[in-house]
């Protein structure tokens, strides 16, 4: 049976912990790196989830493994600073939602 593995930082691994995922903690963007790289070799790894701003920093050659393997699956995960400031909520959550399914979708409000 494949894992659900998260890639975060401290921050954010204990409410994953809570939730029953198993998470590996990096604090740096080489750390992260090399923690990619190991559970994309992992044969166990289904679905990897990557706090958003690791998977920003990611380097080219890993970009290119994820895109042509079939698994493990690797999603990146929003972070709170994003949701927060910076762009409009609408234009993020719809930016998320054409990444996850490839269509452009509005949102309004109810």
């Known amino acids: 049976m494949y894992k659900l593995v998260v890639l975060t930082d401290s921050d954010t691994a204990d409410g994953f912990r809570l939730a029953g995922v198993d998470v590996m903690v990096v604090e740096s963007e080489e750390e992260s790196r090399k923690a990619l790289n190991s559970l994309l070799d992992d044969e166990g790894s289904g679905i990897i989830a990557v706090n958003e701003k690791m998977m920003a920093a990611i380097d080219e050659r890993t970009q290119r493994k994820i895109d042509n393997s079939y698994r493990p699956i690797v999603i990146s995960l929003p972070i709170r600073e994003q ?28």
């Open 83 to 110: 949701l927060t400031m910076g762009e409009d909520h609408r234009a993020y959550l719809a930016r998320l939602i054409r990444r996850a399914i490839g269509f452009d979708i509005t949102l309004r409000r109810g």
